[in-house]
């Protein structure tokens, strides 16, 4: 339940925006209660969106697509216009790819990303230096606003479960792109900076994942890996009220993620 007068910035990686909107996404969004939603894997350009996903009603909507079409690309919709709205991190090879869109309101930083998967084409670890890669630049982006005196949430499927009680089997995964040493590492960068992993900030328990294989029962016996993140510099914490997943929430392989702030965090 959202608390009385606070923000709620919700994320979700909605595997393909057109397929979710067939499954709901639109009910959703109008009874989600949120301020700003960021999502990943859009895989469409914006012209080649329905006008309610293009323009929803009472939303300010932003774009970062790939170049490529019907792959990657990310989203933010906001109850309030962004006072600045930036995309990518500068670097071609990834801003291709259209993973990272930072919105300004306020004092308010959210960095809406969508971190690669490490696993390449041929089901290997191909992928993981670029991976790793991007990370760096994320943080490098998300450092740079924290000492510009932005109160600043980075939120988005960060494609990595950072502990074994992030995911249902730890070990049988060890060598999996999204479990690997390196992967981890670089989420332990961000908290070693004093990043707070906001769920993790109200939530010591198990069994609370967001992103499960399509296999068949699968979801249904809660075997998951955590995945979608919402971390918060130390001054955007002092902010936050709540923490929450939406596990029940269908129309995605993600489930959607989010945090509530004192709505002073603008200030």
């Not at 670097?91 to 960095?111: C, H, I, K, T, Y």
């Amino acid at each position: 339940m959202t608390q009385q007068g606070a923000l709620r910035v919700v994320s979700w990686n909605v595997n393909g925006l057109r397929a979710c909107a067939r499954k709901g996404f639109g009910r959703w969004l109008a009874r989600s209660g949120a301020d700003v939603v960021g999502l990943q894997e859009v895989r469409a350009l914006p012209e080649e969106l329905a006008p309610a996903l293009r323009a929803p009603r009472g939303w300010h909507a932003e774009f970062a697509p790939a170049e490529r079409r019907g792959y990657s690309g990310v989203a933010l919709y906001a109850r309030r216009k962004p006072d600045a709205v930036q995309r990518g991190v500068g670097s071609a090879r990834f801003d291709v790819e259209g993973r990272l869109l930072v919105a300004r309101f306020g004092r308010l930083a959210v960095a809406n990303a969508y971190f690669p998967k490490g696993s390449g084409r041929l089901r290997d670890n191909s992928r993981v230096p670029f991976k790793l890669a991007f990370y760096r630049a994320v943080f490098a982006r998300a450092q740079q606003l924290r000492r510009g005196g932005f109160r600043v949430l980075v939120i988005g499927d960060f494609n990595t479960a950072h502990r074994e009680i992030d995911l249902a089997r730890p070990r049988e995964n060890r060598d999996t792109s999204g479990f690997l040493p390196e992967e981890r590492a670089e989420v332990d960068r961000w908290l070693a900076a004093g990043w707070v992993d906001v769920f993790r900030a109200f939530e010591a328990g198990g069994g609370h994942y967001t992103w499960w294989s399509q296999r068949r029962g699968v979801r249904a016996r809660n075997i998951g890996w955590r995945i979608d993140y919402v971390l918060a510099s130390p001054a955007a914490m002092r902010f936050a009220r709540a923490a929450f997943h939406q596990p029940g929430v269908r129309g995605s392989d993600h489930c959607p993620v989010g945090v509530e702030l004192d709505p002073a965090v603008v200030e």
